[in-house]
């Protein structure tokens, strides 16, 4: 019996501290393969485009175009999901990015 596939996931956020701790915390994970990281939306949607990730986790708040402003365009170059993840609590964010098409919002 061969082993699945692993979830294939991008990294978005702007802190490179806050993108190594998830690295680490997801390569710990067989069933996980973290192929891309990035510091800005753009930067993440291209590399979306380029890995076609299973998933791409998303900061709302970044320099330039936030996290929720790019999470469509995310999930539609990528054909996976987007999961955000953010410091922020206020429920406008979070109907926000289910509004972006985000699969989840984990605080």
Not at 4 to 23: F, N, S, Y
Not at 86 to 105: E, H, I, L, N, W
Request: proline content about 5%.
């Amino acid at each position: 019996m061969t082993a699945p596939e692993p979830i294939r996931v991008v990294i978005v956020d702007d802190h490179a501290v806050v993108r190594t701790g998830l690295r680490l915390l997801l390569e710990r994970e067989v069933e996980i393969e973290v192929v891309g990281e990035a510091g800005t939306a753009d930067e993440g949607v291209r590399l979306a485009r380029l890995e076609k990730p299973d998933v791409v986790l998303l900061d709302v708040v970044m320099p330039g175009r936030s996290g929720l402003d790019a999470c469509a365009e995310a999930v539609e170059a990528s054909g996976g999901r987007a999961l955000v993840l953010s410091m922020q609590d206020d429920p406008t964010y979070v109907r926000a990015a289910f509004a972006a098409g985000a699969s989840g919002y984990m605080l």
